[in-house]
């Protein structure tokens, strides 16, 4: 299946800074990708969908000044979790939707870990 | 989207079949029923989809119940590396997103 990556894998900060997290679509071009935010015990939840060239939409609830989206190419979208605080804890998650694919799939990355301090 | 309803959680033998259930009544015409499975500390892995017929790949076969109101996850041989949340999920054809339930905690012993 097509590949997607996540840098970095964790990262550790002090609560007031901010974190960038790339996603990248290494073997397909996405239009669409998508971020996820999963706390200990519980299942994933949608935060937004990142469509490229145009505004990110965020799902009810999800700060949208706190959790910048760009997705500047087709295979590159990056969230930027600004003024981070100790919530703000959590494993993020990003997935591609491979248009080229028969199925129009959804991959998923790695994930990565944020602890703010 | 239609909403999916799993148990929290199963239990199996290393390599007996594993047959992971998942109830959706409200499925819709154009809804694909899709699993994906999260070992710890990782992101979803794709595991297989279908819309009316069973599917069968290399790693699972999903059968389909004929009214579409549930379907069953099965996993011919369970190993240890099986252990993970398996997530039941409809997606509209070419749909947007995909929302994820609670899941199946498969715990497989050896």
């Known amino acids: 299946g097509a590949v997607v990556s996540q840098h970095p894998s964790w990262v550790i900060c002090k609560s007031g800074t901010s974190v960038k997290i790339e996603c990248r679509s290494l073997?397909?071009?996405?239009?669409?990708m998508f971020w996820y935010r999963q706390f200990p015990k519980q299942s994933l939840m949608l935060m937004a969908t990142s469509n490229e060239g145009s505004k990110a939409t965020y799902e009810q609830g999800v700060e949208k000044d706190k959790f910048l989206i760009n997705h500047a190419s087709l295979t590159l979208s990056t969230l930027t979790v600004t003024s981070a605080h100790p919530e703000d804890s959590s494993f993020y998650i990003c997935?591609?939707?491979?248009?080229?694919?028969?199925?129009?799939?959804?991959?998923f990355g790695p994930g990565t870990r944020l602890t703010v301090l | 989207d239609a909403k999916t309803t799993q148990p929290n959680s199963m239990e199996s033998n290393e390599e007996e079949p594993v047959h992971l259930p998942c109830n959706h009544s409200t499925i819709s015409g154009t809804d694909y029923i899709h699993w994906y499975r999260q070992l710890p500390s990782q992101g979803p892995e794709y595991v297989i989809h279908g819309l009316t017929s069973n599917v069968n790949n290399r790693m699972a076969s999903l059968a389909i119940a004929e009214d579409r109101k549930s379907s069953t996850l099965i996993l011919h041989r369970a190993t240890l590396r099986d252990a993970a949340v398996y997530y039941c999920i409809l997606r509209r054809e070419y749909g947007n997103k995909l929302v994820f339930g609670a899941g199946t905690i498969l715990r497989v012993k050896s």
């Open positions: 073997d397909f071009q996405a239009t669409t």
């Open positions: 997935s591609a939707r491979d248009l080229g694919g028969p199925y129009n799939e959804q991959f």
